[in-house]
């Protein structure tokens, strides 16, 4: 961790299942939620280095440090809506996601993501980078619904064909810890 202070990590209420059903009966306020192979801490270094560049290969992504997950927490967060305890959805502020990760949102707006004009690198803020993802989400909607005739032809020829209908199905059924990096 940044600060090595514990701290509260909100999570939404599948994802809350999914860790007590993990959790070992005799869990401590001490017990790591991922130990390493052998306890104690894992080692970033060794993580990077080793599992992190198979674990990308055998899903097709591009490899990249893992640190920049945690840019695509902060976008995905950005553009997220949570269900909140008065049953209303909303996205969190910036100064929500900045706790969450140890910055503060004048650091997240002033970096935004950087993004691709044609050859030419640009920076945009958090606002825009919500606004041109919703609008590249649409149309990979849009192309999964055409190529699998609306959901009712899913098959494993489709898939092969068109592996981006799979992160167009996850967050389908199951939003939104169901999130695939870019």
Not at 37 to 66: C, M, Q, S, T
């Amino acid at each position: 961790m940044k600060t090595q202070k514990k701290r509260s990590f909100p999570v939404n209420p599948k994802l809350a299942a999914l860790l007590r059903s993990i959790k070992p009966e005799d869990a401590t306020g001490e017990t790591k939620v991922f130990p390493a192979p052998k306890g104690g801490w894992i080692d970033a270094h060794n993580l990077a280095n080793r599992p992190w560049h198979i674990v990308l290969e055998r899903i097709g992504i591009e490899y990249r440090k893992l640190y920049q997950t945690r840019h695509t927490f902060i976008t995905a967060a950005l553009e997220t809506p949570i269900m909140m305890s008065d049953g209303k959805m909303r996205f969190l502020e910036a100064k929500d996601i900045a706790k969450l990760v140890v910055t503060s949102a004048k650091i997240i707006y002033e970096h935004g993501e950087s993004c691709l004009n044609g050859t030419e690198a640009h920076r945009i803020s958090a606002a825009e980078v919500f606004v041109a993802n919703l609008i590249i989400t649409a149309q990979q909607v849009e192309s999964a619904l055409v190529w699998t005739a609306n959901l009712t032809n899913i098959t494993p020829t489709i898939l092969r064909q068109h592996p981006s209908v799979l992160p167009i199905l996850r967050m389908a059924t199951a939003p939104p810890i169901a999130r695939d990096l870019p």
